[in-house]
């Protein structure tokens, strides 16, 4: 009777180790160069006409830099660099624009895909025909512009041809904000 509990006492260990090795295993983290490079790839989509005083204008992000828990907070930072082109009379007018947006992420489990959500703009500027200094209201149309790309557009999804993170999908998931990555592990 004592060998036999013990060989259950031995089994449950070694299922508990078995199940904490797997728990450390099953982790998965996205850096930001790796963000980066996936919101890059997706720019071409980030183009919209609008109107700006009544003038047509024609937005379109051309660069992004990507920065996950910037000062060990839980938002992901990302810095665009956006052209505009305004049009008037038959004549084109172009401007740069840069802003520095800031967004909490959220995992959509059924999705299974990262998401930015509440953007906020920490700064903006403009450089159009000799003028550079701050245009809010331009500000806010190429914000308006990123942030309904961002609803539909998740910034990472889990990739189900990785073991590890295939292995994450079958299971509920944490996801916590460090600094340089998002992190995702069993609950």
Known sequence: MALLRMIVAGMGLMLLAGCAQVSQLASYSVTEQQLQQLMLRQLDQLQQQTRLAGMPVTLAVEDMQVLIGPDNSDSVRLGTKA???????????????????EASPYYDSNEQAVYLRNLRLLDSSIDAAGYRGNLAPLSTEVLQLVNVWLQDQPVYRLDDSDPTQRLLMQMPLNMAVQQGRIRFSPR
């Open 83 to 101: 052209s505009a082109v305004f049009s008037a009379f038959g004549l084109h007018y172009p401007a740069s624009l840069a802003l520095q947006i």
